[in-house]
C-alpha cells in the first residue's frame, strides 16, 4: 500500500492520536474529492493541525506555516493558533505577513501567536498594529507587546494610555507594569495614573497631568468627572480654567459645585462668568460654592464683575450686579450706571446692592428709580433708600416714596408735591394704583389734576371712568361738565351714577356759570330716573330668547 492510499485510509480518530508528523503533515493537503465531502475533509484537516500543535514537534513548524496560505479561512486559523501555541521564532516571518489581510478576524488570532512567541522581530509589526482600524486587534497588540516586553514598546503603548477605549487603557496598563516601567512625574505617568482613575496621583504630578486630566473630563462618568475637576483645582493652572468653566454647566450637581469651588482662584473674565452664571444656579450648594469662590477672588474680581454688568448672558448681569455689592464704595458708580441704563431685573439687582453698600452718591439715583412705572423696581430702590436710611421730606422725593410704599395717605398729606407724581400714575399698568392715584388726586383738590382726569373719563377700564367722575364733582369746573353729561349713557350704571352725582354736586354748589347750570338742569330727568336692572324674556316657551335690561341712574337732584 503507498504512503498517499495509506492517508486516505485514516479516520479522524486516528488523525487525532496519530504521532507521525509526517504523516500529520500529509493529512493537511487531503483532497476533498478523497474521502467524499468538504465537510469531512475540513475536520480532517482542523484533527490534523490540532494534532501537531499538541505534539510540539519541530518538524511540524514547516507544515502549519504552509497552511497558513491554504484556501480554507478555518484552517488558516487553525495553523496560526497552532504556531502560537508550538512558540517556535521559525514561524515569525510567515505570521508577519498575515497582519496584512484586509479582515480583522484573521488578523486577531495572528497578533495573539506572535505574542505568544514572543520574538523581537514582531515587535515594529505589533507597534503598527496598535493603530488597527479595530479595537479587538488593538487590544490584542498591547497585550502581545507585553508579553514581548521589549522597552522599545514603552512609548507606543503610554500613547495608548490616553485613548478613550477604557479596555485597551487598562490593557496598557497591565503591559506597563510587565514590562517593568515605572511612572515619574511627566504627561506619561500622569496618563499611566488617569488610566486607573487615580485623580490624586495625577494631582501630585501638577502641571505636567493638566493636559490628561482636561481631556478626561470630557468622557468619565459623573463622580470621576467631580474628582477630575477637584484635582485640575487643586493644581491650578490657568490651562484648567476653560474646562473647569464648561463644567460648571454639567448635568451632575456634584462636578458643577467641584468646578465652581475649583474657580476660585482664577481672576479671569471666562472664569468670573462662569462663576456668575453659577451663582444662579438650581441647586443651592452650587450656588454657594460659586459665590464663595467670587468672593475669594476679592478686589481682582472688581473689573470683571463691572464689565460683567454688560454681559450678552441675563444671568450673569444679574449675578454681578448681586455681587458686586460685597465690594463697598468702590463699586457704587458701576451700580448706579446698571440702575440707570440695564434692564429691569438688573436695575432691581443693581438698586437691592447699592442698598447694601450705604453709599450717599447712590440717593438721588434711587429717588429717579422710585418715579418709574416698574414696581418692582420701586420696591427694589424704595427698600435701599431705607438701608441707607435716607428720610423722605415734604418734597417730591418724598412723594416718590410714599406712592412706592402705596401710602397714598402720605401723599394726600404733602399735597401739592405729589400732584405731578399721582398723575403719572394714572398710566401705571396696574388698575390699582390708578384707583388709589385718583382717589388721592380728588382728595388733594389741585386744579393740575383737572385736565387729566377729564381724560380718564375714557379709560376702557370702568373703575377708573368711575373715579374719575367722582373727583371730578369736587372740582367746580365748567371744563368737566359737557364729559360728565356723555357719561350718563355709559353702559356701566356705576359709572352713570357717579357721573350723575358729580352734576349734582356741580350744579348744588353752584360753581358754575349760568350755561353750564341750564345744561346740567336738561338733563335732571335722566339722572333721576330710577334704575332697572332686569332680563326681559319675549316668545312662547318652547322659543322664548332674553335679553339684559339696563336703564335709569337712580341719583337724587333736589334744585
Known sequence: MSFQQRIFGLSLEKIQSSNDVDELAAALQLDHAVLQGKT????????????????????????????????????????????????????????????????????????QALGQIGDNRAVQPLIAALKDQDQHVQQAAIEALAQIGDPETIQPLVTFLQTKDKPARRAAVQALDRIGWKPGKDEASAAYWAAQGNWEQCARIGTPAVNVLVEALQDRSESQRAEIARALGQIGDPRAMEALAASTKDSDVMVRQVAASSLGQFAEPRAVRALLAASKDTDRTVRQAAVSSLTQLGPKALPVLVTALQDDDFQVRLGAAALLGKFGPQATLALIGALQNGDSPLRQEAAKSLGVIGDARAVQ???????????????????????????????????????????????????????????????????????????????????????????????PDWSMRKRSASALGHFGDASAVRPLIALLTDQNWEVRQAAGSALAALY????????????????????????????????????????????????????
Not at 488558516?76 to 508550538?86: F, K, S
Request: charge should be neutral; charged fraction near 30%; hydrophobic fraction near 45%.
Open 365 to 459: 439715583p434711587l429717588i429717579t428709580a422710585l418715579k418709574t412705572q416698574d414696581f418692582n423696581l420701586r420696591q427694589a430702590a424704595e427698600a435701599a433708600l431705607d438701608r441707607i436710611d435716607w428720610k423722605p421730606g415734604k418734597d417730591e422725593a418724598g412723594a416718590a416714596y410714599w406712592i412706592a410704599r402705596g401710602k397714598w395717605e402720605r401723599c394726600v398729606e404733602l399735597g401739592a408735591p405729589a400732584v405731578e407724581l399721582l398723575i403719572g400714575e394714572l398710566k401705571n399698568p396696574n388698575y390699582q394704583v390708578r384707583n388709589d392715584a385718583m382717589d388721592a388726586l380728588a382728595a388733594i383738590g389741585d386744579r393740575r389734576a383737572l385736565e387729566p382726569l377729564i381724560s380718564a373719563l375714557g379709560d
Open 40 to 111: 469531512k475533509v475540513q475536520a480532517a484537516r482542523l484533527a490534523a493541525i490540532q494534532r501537531l500543535a499538541e505534539l510540539n514537534h519541530p518538524r511540524a513548524v514547516e507544515p502549519l506555516v504552509a497552511a497558513l496560505k491554504d484556501v480554507d479561512w478555518s484552517v488558516r486559523n487553525a495553523a496560526v493558533q497552532a504556531l502560537g501555541r508550538i512558540g517556535d521564532p521559525r514561524a515569525v516571518p510567515a505570521l508577519i505577513k498575515c497582519l496584512l489581510d484586509r479582515y480583522w478576524e484573521p488578523r486577531l488570532p495572528v497578533v
Open 508 to 559: 348744588q354748589e353752584k360753581l358754575l356759570g349760568a350755561q353750564e347750570r341750564a345744561l346740567i338742569l336738561k338733563k335732571k330727568d335722566a339722572i333721576t330716573i330710577p334704575h332697572e336692572d332686569r332680563w326681559e324674556y319675549t316668545g312662547r316657551s318652547s322659543d322664548c330668547t332674553s335679553y339684559h335690561v339696563d336703564s335709569g341712574i337712580g341719583v337724587e337732584f333736589p334744585v
